[in-house]
T-cell receptor
Framework: SAVISQKPSRDICQRGTSLTIQCQVD?????MFWYRQQPGQSLTLIAT?????????ESGFVIDKFPISRPNLTFSTLTVSNMSPEDSSIYLC????????????FGEGSRLTVL | AQKITQTQPGMFVQEKEAVTLDCTYD???????LFWYKQPSSGEMIFLIY??????QNATEGRYSLNFQKARKSANLVISASQLGDSAMYFC????????????FGSGTRLSIRP
């Protein structure tokens, strides 16, 4: 298994500002993903964070809005840029073990509220 | 494209009874993995059980079992002898092996256990 720490755990932000969320894993992992969970909704994949190269974004998500860094195999950041109230969500970092089961481990999430 | 459908937005079950949470999926992949995750009110995502598309036997993990019917493309979760602590959101999810551990989630079912 993997232990994942996310910072901040929660924050209240002003419209138009940007916030960077950090994700630290206690071991080297190949697969790292960022998900968004809007209030009362399911999880939606934002992007796959690739070590040493640009992230791979899912449909509906763009790099200008959600820039992602992955400088090494244990750390990643997600920035939510130029925030609006619609960005109020829980943002979750997850890692895959690469094993056959493909199980994902999740951080505890970062709950953002945009005023 | 893959799709996960959970048709039960909410369920109420008496403590100690068994409960089945429905999940159907759609994919053109020949190889894939199916998962169930639990999300308590605290927000963390807890992995419950995994079923590979080529596994002939239904997966079991303690009180959790996955009723896998490949021809019908269903992967229902069965919880035996429900407990108060089982009250949570439950998400069915799928990973196409071709995309490693990238997982897509269904809309979820909120399970409430009555004492």
């Amino acid at each position: 298994s993997a232990v994942i720490s996310q910072k901040p755990s929660r924050d209240i932000c002003q419209r138009g500002t940007s916030l960077t969320i950090q994700c630290q894993v206690d071991s080297q992992v190949t697969m790292m993903f960022w998900y968004r969970q809007q209030p009362g909704q399911s999880l939606t994949l934002i992007a796959t964070a690739n070590q040493g190269s640009e992230a791979t974004y899912e449909s509906g998500f763009v790099i200008d809005k959600f820039p992602i860094s992955r400088p090494n195999l244990t750390f990643s950041t997600l920035t939510v840029s130029n925030m609006s109230p619609e960005d109020s969500s829980i943002y979750l970092c997850s890692v895959g073990t690469g094993l056959n089961t493909g199980e994902l481990f999740f951080g505890e999430g970062s709950r953002l509220t945009v005023l | 494209a893959q799709k996960i459908t959970q048709t039960q937005p909410g369920m109420f079950v008496q403590e100690k009874e068994a409960v089945t949470l429905d999940c159907t999926y759609d994919t053109s992949d020949q190889s894939y993995g199916l998962f169930w995750y639990k999300q308590p009110s605290s927000g963390e995502m807890i992995f419950l059980i995994y079923q590979g598309s080529y596994d002939e036997q239904n997966a079991t993990e303690g009180r959790y079992s996955l009723n896998f019917q490949k021809a019908r493309k269903s992967a229902n979760l069965v919880i035996s002898a429900s407990q108060l602590g089982d009250s949570a959101m439950y998400f069915c999810a799928m990973s196409p092996y071709s995309s490693a551990s990238k997982i897509i989630f269904g809309s979820g079912t909120r399970l409430s256990i009555r004492p």
